[in-house]
């Protein structure tokens, strides 16, 4: 218990630098996407194009190292530890409820999905979930969350909370990702309604998922978790994610989004607006 605290005090009294980070994320990018581009020729030999798939996925690893960096620079190494153990920092959901939203809202809005498309006219032929690689994939895409969250959730949204409002934060962070994730879709030759469908839902991710952070005392771990089920299901989704459909993603998304922001407060994110208000002791 006493490391935990300590760890948690140790995060909360750094001096963080979010603008600077979400900078670095792009810098530390660069290079990465500039070798990946000139790799994805299609006319390159297949082994060529593996490597570059491989290569790509490395991308995942700047929001690490960009928070790694500048903790360095305010705390020295010293800082390093106690931002790597917020991956499994679990122990800060109290409120076990919590975890209904991290572990079935990323399925409810693929099913949400599912039910959209077949709705539009495009039903689905024999749809199948392998449900067996559940485990595999969860496990993969978890250390590929953790890169991630420990930048995202782990060092900037804090101060941008503390500065512009809890709702602000994870749309600044919204918008920072999904521009960050722009020249990987586009590499992938992803159409342009596909493009801009999986932008915007890349933001309303995040706002959901500032507003689950802030809920749960912060967690990084419960991030992590939604961050990676998230991954999960999109990768499974009906046919390993070949009739994904980012339209009607972001339809089931809105929906869960505009509940968040018409029923918590845009401050914190964490006071319901409908809650009823303690009694009034009437005057003698």
């Not at 994320?25 to 299609?42: C, D, H, K, Q, T």
């Not at 941008?160 to 722009?182: D, K, M, P, Y």
């Amino acid at each position: 218990m006493r490391w935990g605290v300590t760890t948690q005090m140790a995060v909360k009294a750094l001096k963080r630098h979010p603008f600077i980070f979400l900078i670095l994320v792009f810098a530390y990018s660069v290079p990465i996407e500039i070798v990946a581009g000139r790799l994805g020729n299609p006319n390159m030999m297949p082994a060529i194009t593996m490597l570059t798939l491989r290569l790509s996925t490395l991308i995942v690893t700047c929001p690490l190292l960009s928070a790694m960096t500048l903790t360095c620079w305010e705390t020295g190494w010293s800082g390093v530890s106690p931002l790597i153990a917020q991956i499994f920092d679990y122990k800060k959901i109290d409120r076990k409820l919590w975890y209904l939203p991290i572990l079935f809202l990323p399925l409810l809005a693929q099913i949400g999905s599912f039910i959209l498309i077949d709705a539009f006219g495009t039903p689905i032929v024999d749809p199948q979930v392998s449900v067996i690689r559940i485990p595999l994939f969860f496990s993969i895409l978890f250390v590929f969350a953790a890169a991630e969250e420990v930048g995202w959730s782990g060092y900037a949204i804090v101060p941008l909370q503390q500065r512009f409002g809890a709702l602000n934060a994870g749309l600044i962070i919204g918008i920072a990702s999904s521009a960050w994730h722009l020249a990987p879709r586009l590499m992938t030759g992803q159409p342009a309604m596909t493009v801009l469908y999986s932008t915007i839902n890349s933001v309303e991710l995040k706002i959901i998922m500032a507003w689950i952070f802030f809920n749960t005392r912060r967690s990084v771990f419960g991030m992590i978790v939604f961050h990676a089920l998230d991954n999960v299901w999109y990768s499974l989704f009906p046919n390993y994610g070949s009739h994904y459909n980012s339209m009607t993603t972001v339809i089931v998304m809105s929906v869960f989004l505009a509940i968040v922001v018409a029923c918590w407060d845009a401050k914190t994110l964490t006071k319901f607006r409908f809650a009823p208000r303690p009694a009034t002791p009437a005057s003698p």
